[in-house]
């Protein structure tokens, strides 16, 4: 007698989970406007010409990250020096940059590189990327991701993550935000250093090449996390209702909003905007600066 074939149960379908890989930029984007999460994050809109200011910050990153190649090389400060120079103008010949911007962005290096020769620091990482599992659930899995400009082991204080930052104007850094608490968080070490290069003229060397200390208590980064998932729920659910309101009270943040110009247009007059002063840019990675 044959044997009565199994009967195989219908297959439980399961809900298929959404996963998303964002990095603090994402995070604030979302918490600042939906509309600009759209036209930075999923159209790829950039200017089209790079700003400067995003072109000297990033030839300021990469020749102190050569500076500090070196110190892991164990040369000698003269020889980061060199090191720093020749990358600066090696990806400054890339770049739209002005000779003058050039050769402001090497001398602030220079200065701040000079003023702080005796830190101590010993770099243990450089432009570190990392990839963490934030949040997970049976609905989403939230990765963090993001790059780190150093991490350094300083005398007397420990390991600490360092993030460069070069401007023309003063600012005063401190824990509320998403970028160090990301950093803080990835990594497990709870103090953050932002190494100002300041641009500005009149100011001295003390003045402008600050270094602002920030220590993140586990109980606050706790919060911060929890917090992070409701709003990275919210930017999901934009994007699954293909509906990204405009919040008008951002707009004239921090020195104003890249698509201030779109946005001032009415609807109708948008996409022409959009094609005549903007241009669909590479996609956004997390391992890129
Ligand atoms: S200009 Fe205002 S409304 Fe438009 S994307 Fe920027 S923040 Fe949003």
């Not at 000779?99 to 620091?121: M, N, P, T």
């Not at 990275?232 to 919040?247: E, I, R, T």
Request: net charge negative; proline share 4%; hydrophobic share 35%.
């Amino acid at each position: 007698m044959q044997e009565e074939p199994e009967k195989l149960e219908p297959e439980k379908t399961k809900p298929s989970k959404t996963i998303v890989a964002m990095d603090s930029q994402w995070f604030t984007v979302i918490q600042t406007c939906p509309q600009k999460m759209k036209m930075e994050f999923i159209d790829h809109l950039r200017p089209g010409v790079k700003a400067e200011a995003l072109e000297k910050g990033d030839l300021v990153h990469q020749s102190l990250a050569e500076y500090y190649r070196n110190r892991q090389d164990k040369g000698t400060h003269a020889a980061g020096l060199e090191r720093a120079i020749v990358k600066a103008r090696i990806i400054s010949s890339e770049m739209d940059l002005s000779l003058d911007i050039v050769e402001e962005a090497i001398f602030q290096v220079k200065e701040c590189l000079e003023f702080h020769r005796g830190d101590g620091w010993i770099p243990l990482e450089i432009e570190r990327p990392f990839s963490k599992v934030f949040f997970e659930d049976e609905e989403i899995k939230i990765i963090s991701t993001g790059i780190i400009d150093l991490i350094a082991d300083i005398p007397n204080i420990g390991p600490t993550v360092i993030d460069h930052k070069s401007s023309k104007r003063s600012t005063n850094y401190g824990i509320l935000g998403n970028q160090f608490s990301n950093y803080a968080w990835a990594t497990g070490v709870s103090r953050v250093i932002v190494n100002q290069i300041g641009f500005q003229k009149t100011l001295k060397p003390a003045e402008r090449f600050k270094r602002y200390q920030m220590n993140f208590a586990a109980a606050w980064l706790k919060e911060w996390s929890e917090e992070i998932v409701y709003w990275v729920k919210l930017g999901v659910w934009y994007q699954k209702q293909d509906f990204y309101p405009h919040n008008w009270s951002s707009c004239n943040n921090f020195g104003g909003c890249i698509f201030k110009r779109i946005c001032e247009t009415t609807p109708d007059a948008r996409e022409w905007k959009k094609s005549v002063e903007f241009v669909e840019g590479v996609a956004w990675d997390p391992y890129s600066k």
